[in-house]
C-alpha cells in the first residue's frame, strides 16, 4: 500500500515563508513525476509546481519566482519552499506523485493560511 503524507501547513503571515514536505512510502515502484496542487475554497485544485524526476521543474504563474519545489528520490520525498507568501496562497496544498507504470497517488493535503 502506498502512503503519500504531506506536512509543514500552518498559518504564517504575508510576507513570510513556510517549507512542505511531502514523504513517500509503500510499493509505488519507480516515481516519475512528483507535484504540489493546492485548493483554496470554493475554487477547484490547480498545479503549483511539479518536477520530473530528472528534476525538470514546472511552476504555475502565481507562483514563480516566489515558490521552490525539490525532490529528493533517495527519500522519495518532494518539497516545497514558499517564499514572499500573500494571503492568495492560502489553501489546501496536495502532493501528487505518479510512477512509469501510469499511476498516481494523493495526500490528504495540508493546511496553508497565510494571514495577519
Known amino acids: 500500500q502506498v502512503q503519500v503524507v504531506e506536512s509543514g501547513g500552518g498559518l504564517v503571515q504575508p510576507g513570510g515563508s513556510l517549507r512542505l514536505s511531502c514523504a513517500v512510502s509503500g510499493s509505488i515502484f519507480s516515481i516519475r513525476n512528483m507535484g504540489w496542487y493546492r485548493q483554496a475554497p470554493e475554487k477547484q485544485r490547480e498545479l503549483v509546481a511539479s518536477?520530473?524526476?530528472?528534476?525538470?521543474?514546472n511552476y504555475a504563474e502565481p507562483v514563480k519566482g516566489r515558490f521552490t519545489i525539490s525532490r529528493d528520490n533517495a527519500k522519495n520525498t518532494v518539497y516545497l519552499q514558499m517564499n514572499s507568501l500573500k494571503p492568495e496562497d492560502t489553501a489546501v496544498y496536495y502532493c501528487n506523485v505518479d510512477n512509469v507504470r501510469g499511476m498516481d497517488y494523493w495526500g490528504k493535503g495540508t493546511l496553508v493560511t497565510v494571514s495577519s
Open positions: 518536477i520530473s524526476r530528472g528534476g525538470s521543474t
